[in-house]
């Protein structure tokens, strides 16, 4: 059975508006406006009535299977259609040695824009992830590689990556890929917690649960 969990108000707050670093101002863009923009990391509209929370390990190839089905069905029939937020948190395993730096090149991927399509390149490329292939695949996303690579030595997206696994060990959270689905309620946000890589039917059912509408 899904096991029920509250993320506190605070959390919520890490996860929904502080779960990426505060993007760099572009050219003529003010840091307030940077800072307002919606975090790389999530997707969907910030009034969607649910919000959904995956934790996810980048060399788990149960995370790459709902990734490459589950995912795309979920943001076409609810992301998209202004109904479900969608979060993503990392929770590398401590068996998966690659699953930190990896965690922490599509965070540097997500600074320039790219965070979505260098983690599906991750996944499809997880089998080789000991030969560091970060680099080649920037530069086949189009991204500045010096700028890349700069962020990558450094330790912001690294403390990033730890606080999103510490706040997995607060709620008892340690298999991936986990997802929280939920509401806030009375100020915290209420949710059920589902591990492993469900079909599609799994998710949309809870979905439409919470959005009263019938199967």
Known sequence: ??????????????????????????????????????????????????????FSD????????????????????????GKLRYAVRDLPLPTHRHAVPAAVAVRCAGEQGKFWEFRQAIYLARGRLDQQPYAAIAGELGLDVERFEACRRDDRQLAKVRADAALAAGEGISATPAFVIGRMVGGEFTGETIVGAKPYAVFAAKIDALLGEPR
Not at 59 to 69: I, V
């Open 1 to 54: 059975m899904p096991r029920r969990t509250a993320f506190k108000i605070v959390a919520v707050l890490v996860l929904v508006a502080g779960c990426a670093a505060a993007p760099l101002p572009l050219e003529g863009e003010s840091e307030a406006d940077a800072a307002a923009a919606v975090p790389f990391n999530e997707l969907g509209s910030a009034d969607a009535p649910i919000l959904m929370i995956e």
């Open 58 to 81: 980048l060399q788990c190839s149960f995370c790459a299977r709902h990734a490459s089905q589950t995912f795309p069905e979920l943001r076409r029939n609810y992301i998209d259609t």
